[in-house]
């Protein structure tokens, strides 16, 4: 009797295609999960600058007995000098103002937009 012995050399088409297969869902799976801890990463920023913007504005207002109209988000004016650090920018990088800022003098809420909750706004308001 004669054997094949093609069969027992090298794969076949249906083995590669199943590892090739295996390996296009994992590599999904790492890129969904890495996306995501991206975007928890920077909604952690946005919330630790909200924290930082209300301590500023509380210290600004024991300074000058009411919190600031409005805020120049380029220069943190006219909290910058209760700023530590860096500017304070969006993560993304984004053209637009990365926070809103609203106040009547007396209260202030300033809010951010988040990138992976429900409800996507956070905000923060005087103590």
Request: aromatic share 10%.
């Amino acid at each position: 009797m004669r054997q094949d012995t093609r069969s027992r050399f090298g794969f076949t088409m249906i083995e590669i295609l199943v590892v090739v297969a295996i390996i296009a869902l994992l590599t999904t799976i790492g890129i969904i999960s890495y996306t995501a801890t991206n975007r928890r990463a920077r909604d952690g920023k946005r919330r630790a600058d909200l924290e930082q913007i209300r301590s500023a504005l509380v210290l600004y207002r024991t300074d000058n007995g009411d919190y600031p109209e409005s805020l120049d988000w380029d220069t943190m004016a006219p909290i910058s000098t209760y700023i530590s650090g860096t500017a304070i920018r969006d993560p993304l990088d984004s053209p637009y103002p990365p926070y809103d800022y609203t106040s009547d003098g007396s209260t202030f809420t300033v809010c951010a937009t988040l990138e992976s909750t429900t409800p996507s706004v956070y905000c923060l308001s005087n103590p």
